[in-house]
């Protein structure tokens, strides 16, 4: 590689441009639907659920303000509002003032019918608007939908047709929406534009800042601590500039297989800077202490290379192990996570193995200044693991299992609890809009009751209304649920308004329920397909529900599920199914079953560390350090009130990456002493003063450039940098005090 540098360096450019050009034209996909199953019973419900029912995904809301309630002034602005949205492309645009209602009243002593909407050029006053809307507080189709029960937030809905349903035109009619939507000059405290579309335009954008941010930040810290270090810009470019190809030649090959960029997936760089910088830094510093004992940098080169390649190799191989473990959830989402990092991972490997020996070999014999590769507080933190051994193995023994105990007790009881818009500080914009709408009386999820009929039976007819309406009646009981909706609502209202004004009579035969269906289609009343298609013999209840968590969502759901198999439809099937029942369950197996997928893989990082050492007992050894900083994490966990959710899976395993990799090249180059007939004593000794300085420096350009994460609005990065610290930190004590200490102990 070094004779060839330039032709290696050549390739590299060329590797480096055309993975560059591939990368840039990777899709970006943050549905929530990649989290769910590809196969099974519930997901086999949900997708027939959405061949039919689709609107949910595509709901636009904005949400209005108006603590006087309804006025002239405020059908004017939501009018206003409802042009826009017809504007940028919505359909099936619903707010108030559209509402056509139908009253009886008595006329010349007979029955006289009035049909008129709740805005309208009659309504001159507003003492008009607000009479004609308070006759309809009750109304269970509206309340929870166009407005709250004290009718001081009003709703106003629009769809997305199924053309724009992609991620690129779902983003562009949110971000036209939302400028149009400034220029009407509206307070932001007065109207909040949400909905499933919206969060999945702003939430991704959100991220990417957040990413582009921190990594570019994360690489100004690691080149500031690595400049103290080897005060080399050179060499220092070279430990970033060699993760760079890695990841681009993996975001190339996602786009090679036809995959997105998930919210799993975009957390790629920072894996593999973690690793890649890890390996790099080892390789330096032995570059540069080989500098001195060789003549030629060709020589300094070769001797680096040729005794650091097997344990980075190792290194990569068993994180790339870790990762490739995360198959065994079966989650798409999850697998592609695993299998990109791993790529990625070994990518890394093959890079520092051919383009960094390449690019060394254009370093001049100009003598570098050496003494930042060991200030004093390095020196006195290796002489402090040299001593420990010696002088106090069993009680550092002792300790470590004290520790590594209390922090299975504390995790032990961590609780699995994930929320619908999840990994996101509660004073974030997303966060405080949800608050603020769910606090008013509305609630933007839904959990579905699916249900089909029969051949010879229609799900109009009155057994199945009344088995929906006391379904319904149940449902409102749970304090999830803001409203429920369904059929039976739906015949009931129009019931009330072409019959008797009866509330909440349901029709008394199928023909009548018939005819008023068709009533409802001669009059343009869309609201009856959002629930019922009759000629597919479908119908749904839409149950409302708040963002309240799995421990609240998950219970709730399994109450649903009772109540369906204690009382099931007179006819035909019911399922609980929706994107809210599929996201819940389906998470909480995901973080349930990561569990057996970490066990999976620390069993084949054993495996790979006894082939490597030919030894088991090395090789069982060597997993101590590695579940060290796991146990601590979750006992950190438990004590700062977070929560088990599908984003820790990140979290350990960039842990479990970073301490196999230091792990790996502490035991290698303590077998190399063992090798030479070096006590066992000695040989410890030799490895910690000669791997100790690579580790610190490691752990501290980790740590520093994890905890800028710190600073995010997202919970997910914050955990990630916070967490990367505290692992970091308790991966160094493991490697250089409870390793040597144990070795120590068994070795007596």
């Known amino acids: 590689m070094v004779t060839h540098r330039r032709s290696v360096a050549a390739i590299g450019a060329l590797v480096i441009g ?16 990649q989290f769910f199953p590809p196969s099974g019973v519930e997901r086999d419900t949900f997708d027939e659920y959405k061949e039919h029912f689709a609107k949910e995904d595509g709901q636009f809301v904005l949400f209005w303000e108006a603590e006087d309630g309804p006025s002239i002034r405020l059908c004017q602005d939501l009018g206003r509002a409802a042009r826009l949205f017809e504007e940028v492309g919505l359909e099936d645009v619903q707010w108030f003032g559209d509402v056509e209602v139908t009253e009886t009243g008595a006329l010349d002593g007979g029955a006289s019918l009035a049909v008129y909407r709740l805005c309208d050029e009659a309504a001159v006053s507003d003492s008009t608007v607000r009479g ?10 509206l309340t929870g939908f166009l407005w709250n029960a004290e009718q001081t937030v009003f709703a106003l809905h629009g769809y997305l047709p199924p053309d724009l349903k992609t991620d690129q035109k779902r983003r562009e009619v949110e971000e036209a929406l939302t400028e149009s939507l400034a220029s009407l000059g509206i307070d932001g405290a007065a109207a909040t534009l949400a909905g499933v579309p919206v969060y999945r335009s702003r939430i991704p954008k959100m991220l990417q800042l957040d990413q582009t941010l921190f990594l570019g930040g994360g690489f100004l810290v690691f080149f500031g601590i690595l400049f103290y270090f080897f005060r080399h810009i050179g060499h220092v470019s070279l430990c970033l500039v060699s993760v760079l190809p890695a990841y681009l030649c993996t975001l190339a090959l996602m786009g090679a297989a036809g995959r997105s960029i998930t919210v799993l997936t975009s957390f790629i760089p920072i894996i593999v800077l973690v690793v890649g910088v890890s390996d790099a830094i080892h390789l330096l510093a032995r570059y540069r202490h080989s500098r001195n004992v060789f003549s030629d940098n060709e020589g300094a080169i070769v001797d680096t290379f040729s005794r650091l390649s097997m344990a980075c190799l190792y290194t990569s191989a068993t994180t790339a192990i870790g990762f490739l473990s995360l198959v065994g959830t079966r989650i798409t989402i999850v697998m592609e996570f695993g299998i990109f990092t791993a790529v990625a991972i070994m990518l890394t490997y093959v ?33 402090a693991a040299v001593g420990v051994p010696r002088q106090r193995a069993r009680a550092a023994v002792l300790l470590f299992a004290l520790v ?21 500080g509660p004073n974030s914009p997303v966060m405080r809009d949800l608050a603020r709408i769910e606090a008013s009386g509305f609630g933007l999820f839904q959990v579905n009751i699916f249900l089909r009929g029969t051949e010879g039976d ?6 199945m209304l009344r088995w929906m309406a006391s379904f319904e009646d149940f449902a409102r009981g749970e304090a999830v649920v803001v409203n429920a909706t369904g059929l039976a609502d739906v015949l009931a209202e129009l019931r009330r308004a072409w019959v008797d004004d009866e509330p909440g009579a349901l029709p008394e ?33 839409i149950l409302t529900v708040r963002d309240e968590g799995s421990v609240s969502m998950l219970p709730f759901i399994v109450r649903l599920e009772q109540y369906l198999a204690d009382y099931p439809p007179p006819f035909g099937t019911a399922a609980v199914t929706g994107t809210v029942q599929l996201a819940q369950t389906f998470s909480e197996q995901l973080v349930r079953s990561f569990g057996p997928s970490l066990m999976l893989a620390i069993l084949l990082v054993f495996g790979v560390m006894t082939h490597m050492f030919r030894s088991v007992r090395l090789g069982a050894l060597a997993v101590v350090p590695n579940l060290f900083p796991l146990l601590v994490i979750m006992g950190a966990m438990k004590l700062a009130g977070v929560d088990l959710k ?51 420096m490691t752990s501290l350009a980790v740590s520093g450039g994890f905890l800028l994460l710190a600073a995010s609005q997202f919970q997910i990065l914050v955990l990630v940098g916070v967490m990367t610290a505290v692992s970091t930190v308790a991966a160094v004590a493991a490697d250089m005090f409870a390793l040597p200490s144990l070795i120590a102990v068994l070795s007596r």
């Open 18 to 33: 055309g993975a560059g050009s591939r990368a840039t034209l990777v899709p970006i996909d943050y549905a929530i639907e």
């Open 132 to 141: 004609r809307v308070e006759r309809h507080r009750a109304d269970v189709l």
């Open 351 to 383: 890079f520092s193995m051919t383009l960094l020996p390449a690019l060394l070999g254009f370093s001049s014999r100009r003598a570098s200044d050496e003494r930042g590769l060991t200030p004093g507080w390095i020196l006195k933190i290796v002489d």
């Open 404 to 424: 590594s105990l209390g922090c299975v007790t504390i995790g032990s009881t961590l609780r699995v609890n994930t929320f619908l818009l999840d990994d996101m």
């Open 458 to 463: 229609v799900l109009h007819d009155p057994a």
């Open 509 to 541: 035969s199928p023909e009548e329920a018939a005819e008023l269906l068709l009533l409802a289609q001669i009059s343009g009343n869309d609201g009856v397909e959002d629930v019922y298609l009759q000629d597919e013999g479908v119908a749904q209840v």
């Open 646 to 696: 599908p984003s820790t899976i990140l979290v350990f395993s960039i842990a479990f990456g970073l301490a196999v990799d230091d792990t790996m090249h502490f035991l290698s180059r303590l077998r190399e002493s063992l090798a030479a007939g070096i006590d066992m004593g000695t040989a410890v000794e030799d490895a910690l003063r000669d791997t100790g300085p690579p580790i610190l």
